[in-house]
């Protein structure tokens, strides 16, 4: 379905997500665009949106026993009546409580990967915590490890920053609680996601504030947020079959883009291929074989 224009303010538009302002509440809404490289490609994946709007749902009801979080409702039956004009927003939305948002990117990594593989094969470390010598790409790490980055606005690259300087940023109380909790929630998801055949390799996870308690907010263990590989393909010391964005980084990496404008179209045969991806993780995670409600 078209984008349809929404008639409400708007309070933020990221790299995928639009957040418009309904006074005391926000609404959410899921869009089917698609980042690579810091960077909003000109292609869109069908139905995306939904993908990472229901499986996000899915997560926030199955996680809500470790910190409660921001959804009042994700059901567009609930809606306002204002807002059942925009039909556009079944299966993509939601609606939210207005939190004050933690800027600190949360993640949570099991296994040895992406940026922390690079850092790893440097300096042993990542995020300058050090790790035990001789693990390979795709290594399962010993314990899951908490690295901070800074949330960027305008465009700059989100920057992985120490635990120390969390504490500058945030406070002690606030630094150590989020660590905490995202290591709980990567902790229990990531169990859960081993047993239906996805390894959830690391995680992109945002806190906010309201009513004077740590919240979760924006979107939970989806292909965006997260690095998702088949179980059952797994192996150690190469790069893995994955569930996510990874394959639209990959083609991007292939065709030699240089990561500045003009950003590619993506083909045909990628599109398709990234939303069978997603949907398989959606699939399996969820046990849900139909993506949209009607």
């Given amino acids: 379905m078209e984008m349809q224009k929404i008639d409400l303010p708007l309070y933020h538009s990221g790299k995928v997500r639009d957040v418009y302002d309904l006074s005391e509440q926000l609404?959410?809404?899921?869009?089917?665009?698609?980042?690579?490289?810091?960077?909003?490609?000109?292609?869109?994946?069908?139905?995306?949106?939904?993908?990472?709007?229901?499986?996000?749902?899915?997560?926030?009801?199955?996680?809500?026993?470790?910190?409660?979080n921001h959804i009042i409702t994700g059901d567009f039956d609930k809606f306002p009546a204002k807002l059942k004009q925009y039909e556009y927003l079944r299966d993509r939305s939601a609606i939210v409580k207005k939190a004050k948002r933690i800027d600190i990117e949360c993640i949570a990594r099991g296994y040895l990967a992406g940026s922390g593989w690079k850092e790893y094969q440097k300096t042993g470390s990542v995020c300058g915590l050090k790790l035990p010598k001789g693990l390979k790409e795709s290594s399962k790490l010993p314990q899951a490890i908490f690295t901070p980055s800074s949330k960027e606005e305008g465009g700059k690259h989100d920057e992985n920053i120490s635990f120390e300087e969390t504490i500058k940023r945030v406070g002690e109380n606030v630094a150590n609680e989020i660590k905490e909790l995202t290591l709980s929630l990567y902790k229990k998801a990531s169990a859960y996601a081993e047993s239906k055949g996805i390894i959830i390799a690391d995680t992109k996870l945002e806190f906010g504030i309201y009513d004077s308690k740590i919240i979760l907010i924006d979107e939970v263990f989806t292909p965006d947020s997260s690095r998702f590989w088949e179980k059952e393909k797994y192996q150690e010391g190469r790069p893995q079959d994955s569930l996510d964005k990874q394959f639209v980084r990959d083609y991007l990496e292939r065709i030699k883009w240089n990561k500045q404008p003009p950003v590619p179209q993506l083909p045909e045969d990628v599109i398709k291929g990234t939303k069978e991806k997603y949907l398989d993780a959606y699939r399996k995670l969820t046990g849900e074989n139909s993506l949209i409600a009607r």
């Fill in 27 to 68: 609404l959410i809404v899921a869009s089917d665009r698609i980042s690579a490289f810091d960077y909003v490609l000109p292609s869109i994946i069908p139905d995306k949106g939904k993908l990472l709007h229901k499986l996000s749902m899915f997560w926030f009801d199955y996680l809500q026993g470790v910190v409660p």
